[in-house]
């Protein structure tokens, strides 16, 4: 009992030690938090300044070069880009490409992730090489545009923006590690218990995968909705247009008007082209950033489980 007592003394002691931080160290964590507060404002200031520009006047814009509040708010900049329609149209196509894109990539990601990360699977490595070579060599543009228009037929369809890039093999290999680091009692019990690989995947593992399933959906879904390159190579059908493709669009008619020195945005009654670049700028970025904040408990979590152990 003395022996105990003196151990839990000195546990007691070291614990209270540890807690204890001298000046020099809360000096570094006050200079740190300094550094990431002025990191993270210099991430934040630009897309302030692009809010505030997309409700800003064309003299506002030309006398001020950074401001983060306008001093005469106008809407006219959302007026314009809002009238055509073009806007929503293109929201709308960019909603139904992440929803469903996102939905097929964990379909096959998850799917394929299960039988990788059981052990007893005959061929594991195998699999698991084929996987890893994907991320390393690629059959490059030219025969991929090839493959999806001329073979696969899938020009001018959703199927182009979402087949190509079916299942990340990164992605995939974060959700392997996250299930391998998962008990193997689950499993087990769940047999005992007369269940069947179909029914521990969706009832047990999938459930306790919130974490990284919430993440790797997170980067599914932010690459489809800034998908462009696709976009512009297997859609021409302007009712197909994604949000990406509207932005650039716009970007470019107004680039083409404003060479013309001619043009007067002014007394055309039209909002300055800076201001139209900035509100569909906007209108682009918004839905994501309204997004993340419901995964964000999970975003790190999900990450350094998934990607440390296995």
Known sequence: MTLLRKNDDRAIRATGTLEKRSPADQMVQVVLYIIIALLALLCVLPFIYVIAGSFATEKELTERPFFLIPQD??????SYIFKDGSVFRGLQNSLFVTVVGTAINMFISTTLAYPLSRSYLKGRNGFINMVIVTM?????????????????????????LWLPGAMNAFNMIIIKNYFQSLPNELEEAAIIDGSNDLLTFV??????????????????????????????????DPNMEVM???????????????????????????????SIKMATTVVATIPMLCIYPFVQKYFTQGLMVGSVKG
């Open 244 to 274: 990406t493709i509207v932005l650039r669009r716009m970007v470019f008619l107004t680039n083409k008007i404003t060479e013309d020195s001619t043009f007067d945005w002014g007394v055309a009654g039209l909002p300055p082209a800076k």
């Open 73 to 78: 708010v106008s809407f006219n900049a959302y």
């Open 203 to 236: 009832r047990i593992i999938l459930p306790l995968s919130a974490p990284v399933l919430a993440s790797v959906a997170l980067f599914y879904a932010v690459g489809h909705w800034n998908s462009y390159f696709n976009a512009m190579m297997y859609i021409n």
């Open 136 to 160: 390393l060599f690629s059959g490059g543009m030219i025969p991929g545009y090839i493959l999806v228009m001329n073979i696969l037929h899938l020009g001018n369809t959703w199927w182009a």
